[in-house]
C-alpha cells in the first residue's frame, strides 16, 4: 500500500487540467481530464468511477502500480480522488501483488460499505490455481484509521475454480443492507468441460458465519444459457436477482431471474437476444428503475445492426422486452447504464465520431427515447475507449475513465460538467 508524493500529485493535476479538451461536445457540456495515469499509479482501468456522500471518487486500474505481481505480469491498482475547490487530488490506495497472497487485475466497480469500506473483485490472483495465474478474488478495503493513515486490505474469498467453485469474477458486487455480497463469475462451477472447456460460471454469495466470511454458490450455469458476461447480479424487492447470461438458444445471450426457493434457486429466462432486432451480446449488470423496470445495453446487432439499448417492463407476472434506441453506428454500451433523478440514461460504447469511444444520454419525453451524444473521444489527450460505466453527483456532473488515451496513452479520468 502506498500513496503519492504530493509534488507528483500536483504536478499530474496541472498537467491533467493543461491537457483538457472539450472540443466535441454537441451540447453545452464542459469536458476536463482530471487525472492521466503514468502506469506507476496504474493502467488501463476498465471500469467506471464510484462516488461516496462527501463527493469523492473511488476506481481501479487493470494493471498497473509498482511490483511484478509475483511474476504473472499484471497487477492494478485502487485509487481515490478528493476535490478541495475546483482541484483533484489523486492517492494510489493499493498495488495488486497478485498469487497466491493478493488479487491481481480488477476489472469490476467498486461497491461502497455503510461505513465506508470498498469492496470488489481480481479477475485473477488468490490461491495458485487456475494455470497458476490464480482463479480471482474478492477483496475489502477499510478507510484509513489514525495514526497509520493507511486503507486496510481484507482478502473476503479465493476462489479456488472447477468443479466447486467459481473462476473470474468479474461483474458488479451488490451488497445487501445485512452486510451480505453477491457477484457472478464468468467461469467455474460443477459443469465442466461444457463452456469453453472451463465450466460456465456461477451466481455467489458471501457472509459472515463465525467472524469469517463464508461464500456460498446459489447457482451454477449450464448450456444453453452459460454464465455471466462481465455482468453481476441486481436485486428487487422481493429478493429475487436479475443478471445477464453470455450464450443462450441463439448464442447471442440471455436476461435472466433467479428466486430462492429456500433451499436451492431456480432460475427463469425473461429474454433470449435472437442477434436480430432486438440485439446482441447483453454487457453491464442491468440496471433497474423505481418502477421495477430493467434498463441494459446490446454491444451487436438490433435494428440497425449496431447494437441497442433496451428495457424488460414488468407485465402480468413477468416482463415485456422492448428496444428503447437503436445504435446506427458503432456500437452499443458495452457496459452498466445510469439513471440521474430525472430517468435519463447514460453510458458510454466504443463508437463516436472518431471511433474511440463516446459518452451519451438518453432521454425519455412523450415516451420517445432521444440520443444526445455528450463527448466524442479522440484517443489522444483527452482518452481513448471508454469501457465502463458514468458515474453521476449530486450536481449533475459525469465523470468516468479511458482505458487509452492520455498524456501517457495509458487512461484518464475524466469529468463532463453541464
Given at each position: 500500500?502506498?500513496?503519492?508524493?504530493?509534488?507528483?500529485?500536483?504536478?499530474?493535476?496541472?498537467?491533467?487540467l493543461?491537457?483538457?479538451?472539450?472540443?466535441h461536445?454537441?451540447?453545452?457540456?464542459?469536458?476536463?481530464?482530471?487525472?492521466?495515469?503514468?502506469?506507476?499509479?496504474?493502467?488501463?482501468?476498465?471500469?467506471?468511477?464510484?462516488?461516496?456522500?462527501?463527493?469523492?471518487?473511488y476506481?481501479?486500474?487493470?494493471?498497473?502500480?509498482?511490483?511484478?505481481?509475483?511474476?504473472?505480469?499484471?497487477?492494478?491498482?485502487?485509487?481515490?480522488?478528493?476535490?478541495?475547490?475546483s482541484?483533484?487530488?489523486?492517492?494510489?490506495?493499493?498495488?495488486?501483488?497478485?498469487?497466491?497472497?493478493?488479487?491481481?487485475?480488477?476489472a469490476?466497480?467498486?461497491?461502497?460499505?455503510?461505513d465506508g469500506?470498498l469492496?470488489?473483485?481480481?479477475?485473477?490472483?488468490?490461491?495458485?490455481?487456475?494455470?497458476?495465474?490464480?482463479?480471482?478474488?474478492v477483496?475489502?478495503?477499510?478507510p484509513?484509521?489514525?495514526?497509520?493513515?493507511?486503507?486496510?486490505?481484507?482478502?473476503?474469498?479465493?476462489?479456488?475454480?472447477?468443479?466447486?467453485?467459481?473462476?473470474?469474477?468479474?461483474?458488479?458486487?451488490?451488497?445487501?443492507?445485512?452486510?451480505?455480497?453477491?457477484?457472478?463469475?464468468q467461469?467455474g462451477?460443477?459443469n465442466?468441460?461444457?463452456?469453453?472447456g472451463s465450466?460456465?460460471?456461477?451466481?455467489?454469495k458471501?457472509?459472515?458465519?463465525?467472524?469469517r466470511?463464508?461464500?456460498?454458490?446459489?447457482y451454477?450455469?449450464?448450456?444453453?444459457?452459460?454464465?455471466?458476461y462481465?455482468?453481476?447480479?441486481?436485486?428487487?424487492?422481493?429478493?429475487?436477482l436479475?443478471?445477464?447470461?453470455?450464450?443462450?438458444?441463439?448464442?447471442?445471450?440471455t436476461?435472466?431471474?433467479?428466486?430462492?426457493?429456500?433451499?436451492?434457486?431456480?432460475?427463469v429466462?425473461l429474454h433470449t437476444?435472437t442477434?436480430g432486432?432486438?440485439?446482441?451480446f447483453?454487457?453491464?449488470?442491468?440496471?433497474?428503475?423505481?418502477?421495477?423496470?430493467?434498463?441494459?445495453?446490446?454491444?451487436?446487432?438490433?435494428?440497425d445492426?449496431?447494437?441497442?439499448?433496451?428495457?424488460l417492463?414488468?407485465?402480468?407476472?413477468?416482463?415485456?422486452?422492448s428496444v428503447?434506441?437503436?445504435?446506427?453506428?458503432?456500437c452499443?454500451?458495452?457496459?452498466?447504464?445510469?439513471?440521474?433523478?430525472?430517468?435519463?440514461?447514460?453510458?458510454?460504447?466504443?463508437?463516436?465520431?472518431?471511433?474511440?469511444?463516446q459518452?451519451?444520454?438518453?432521454?425519455?419525453s412523450?415516451?420517445?427515447?432521444?440520443?444526445?451524444?455528450?463527448?466524442?473521444?479522440?484517443?489522444?489527450?483527452?482518452?481513448?475507449?471508454p469501457?465502463?460505466?458514468?458515474t453521476?453527483?449530486?450536481?449533475?456532473?459525469?465523470?468516468?475513465?479511458?482505458?487509452?488515451?492520455?498524456?501517457?496513452?495509458?487512461?484518464?479520468?475524466w469529468e463532463?460538467?453541464?
Amino acid at each position: 500500500m502506498s500513496n503519492e508524493r504530493p509534488d507528483l500529485v500536483l504536478q499530474g493535476i496541472c498537467l491533467a487540467l493543461m491537457l483538457c479538451v472539450g472540443t466535441h461536445l454537441l451540447t453545452a457540456q464542459t469536458y476536463r481530464v482530471l487525472h492521466n495515469f503514468r502506469g506507476y499509479d496504474g493502467s488501463y482501468p476498465q471500469a467506471g468511477l464510484t462516488i461516496d456522500s462527501a463527493g469523492n471518487l473511488y476506481g481501479t486500474t487493470s494493471a498497473g502500480g509498482v511490483g511484478n505481481c509475483n511474476g504473472i505480469g499484471v497487477c492494478g491498482t485502487v485509487f481515490k480522488l478528493t476535490r478541495v475547490g475546483s482541484t483533484w487530488f489523486f492517492q494510489r490506495i493499493h498495488t495488486f501483488a497478485g498469487p497466491p497472497g493478493d488479487g491481481a487485475e480488477p476489472a469490476a466497480k467498486l461497491s461502497i460499505g455503510p461505513d465506508g469500506s470498498l469492496y470488489g473483485t481480481t479477475s485473477l490472483g488468490g490461491a495458485r490455481g487456475c494455470l497458476g495465474y490464480g482463479c480471482g478474488t474478492v477483496f475489502k478495503f477499510t478507510p484509513p484509521a489514525p495514526p497509520s493513515g493507511n486503507w486496510a486490505e481484507q482478502i473476503l474469498h479465493s476462489f479456488q475454480g472447477p468443479p466447486q467453485d467459481g473462476e473470474l469474477p468479474w461483474g458488479d458486487l451488490t451488497l445487501k443492507q445485512d452486510g451480505s455480497i453477491y457477484g457472478t463469475t464468468q467461469l467455474g462451477g460443477r459443469n465442466g468441460g461444457s463452456c469453453t472447456g472451463s465450466s460456465c460460471g456461477t451466481v455467489y454469495k458471501l457472509a459472515v458465519a463465525d467472524d469469517r466470511w463464508v461464500e456460498s454458490v446459489l447457482y451454477q450455469f449450464g448450456l444453453p444459457e452459460a454464465g455471466p458476461y462481465e455482468s453481476g447480479v441486481i436485486f428487487d424487492q422481493n429478493g429475487k436477482l436479475y443478471g445477464t447470461s453470455g450464450l443462450g438458444a441463439f448464442s447471442n445471450g440471455t436476461v435472466y431471474e433467479l428466486e430462492s426457493t429456500g433451499i436451492t434457486w431456480s432460475q427463469v429466462v425473461l429474454h433470449t437476444f435472437t442477434g436480430g432486432s432486438d440485439g446482441a451480446f447483453p454487457a453491464g449488470t442491468l440496471l433497474r428503475d423505481g418502477s421495477g423496470n430493467l434498463y441494459g445495453g446490446a454491444v451487436q446487432a438490433g435494428p440497425d445492426g449496431h447494437g441497442v439499448v433496451y428495457e424488460l417492463t414488468p407485465s402480468l407476472g413477468g416482463f415485456s422486452f422492448s428496444v428503447i434506441y437503436a445504435f446506427t453506428e458503432c456500437c452499443g454500451p458495452g457496459d452498466t447504464l445510469s439513471m440521474d433523478s430525472a430517468g435519463s440514461l447514460y453510458g458510454t460504447n466504443e463508437g463516436g465520431a472518431y471511433r474511440r469511444g463516446q459518452v451519451f444520454k438518453l432521454i425519455l419525453s412523450n415516451g420517445n427515447w432521444t440520443f444526445t451524444d455528450l463527448y466524442d473521444f479522440t484517443g489522444g489527450s483527452d482518452g481513448g475507449y471508454p469501457e465502463g460505466n458514468v458515474t453521476i453527483d449530486a450536481n449533475g456532473n459525469l465523470f468516468g475513465t479511458t482505458a487509452e488515451g492520455g498524456a501517457y496513452n495509458v487512461g484518464v479520468i475524466w469529468e463532463i460538467t453541464p
